[in-house]
């Protein structure tokens, strides 16, 4: 079965520094992959996706970026924060099914960020 | 980016009682996704729907798929106490390139 996986959980990060978060995925192959972001109480936000490796889509302006340097592995950077940065930040898969099947997306955990 | 109209924004139910939620559109999709988020998580898929007019039931929940193709409705029977969270519907469009349109969400409260 396919699994997604995000890291670290939490974190607090002062204005300024560097970020990174990692998401890997397991059991599939040529994946999706998504970076959303939600603000408190708030609804999704589609930040990156990609289609395959080293293919990044950016869907809003912002201080962030995405990378992904193997098939199953999806990082969200940042050089320097700001405080509107802070959110939950969600990384996503999904694989293109068959005609009959649609497309749908599975969650991570998900990524509580605080900057301060 | 653009969001779905999903409604109500939330609601205080009583244990028992069944709920039903909405969500709409300009745009004709062709997938419609319903998903629930607990605090602190990530949400979990409910219900796929892949075709107009289809009618799918995962428990004490049901999901629709619009024949218009541009709304989708849940229904839970005999709400419980673990029903409460947020529920989001989403949408992709044709062509969107695997990318979904996410609603606003629904928050539920379920008092005993």
């Known amino acids: 079965s396919q699994t997604i996986h995000q890291w670290p959980a939490t974190l607090v990060q002062p204005v300024g520094s560097p970020l990174s978060l990692e998401c890997t995925v397991e059991?599939?192959?040529?994946?999706?992959l998504y970076w959303y972001r939600q603000a408190a109480g708030r609804g999704l936000q589609l930040l990156f996706y990609?289609?395959?490796?080293?293919?990044i889509s950016s869907e809003v302006p912002q201080n962030l970026s995405a990378s992904r340097p193997q098939d199953r592995q999806f990082i969200l950077s940042s050089k320097k924060l700001l405080l509107s940065d802070s959110g939950f930040y969600l990384c996503?898969?999904?694989?293109?099914?068959?005609?009959?099947?649609?497309?749908?997306?599975?969650f991570g955990e998900g990524s509580w960020l605080t900057v301060v | 980016g653009q969001q779905l109209n999903q409604s109500p924004q939330s609601m205080f139910i009583q244990e028992g009682e069944d709920v039903s939620m909405n969500c709409t559109s300009s745009?004709?999709?062709?997938?419609w996704l319903w998903y629930k988020q607990d605090p602190g998580e990530g949400p979990v898929l409910l219900i796929a729907?892949?075709?107009?007019?289809e009618l799918t039931s995962n428990g004490r929940l049901t999901a629709q798929f619009g024949i218009t193709r541009k709304d989708s409705f849940l229904n839970i029977s005999a709400s419980i106490p673990s029903d409460v969270g947020i529920y989001f519907c989403?949408?992709?469009?044709?062509?969107?390139?695997?990318?979904?349109?996410f609603g606003t969400g629904t928050r539920l409260q379920v008092t005993l």
């Open positions: 996503a898969w999904s694989v293109l099914g068959q005609a009959t099947s649609g497309n749908t997306i599975y």
């Open positions: 059991g599939t192959s040529n994946p999706n």
């Open positions: 990609s289609v395959g490796i080293g293919q």
């Open positions: 745009s004709i999709f062709n997938t």
């Open positions: 729907l892949y075709k107009a007019g």
């Open positions: 989403a949408g992709q469009r044709a062509g969107t390139a695997s990318k979904l349109t």
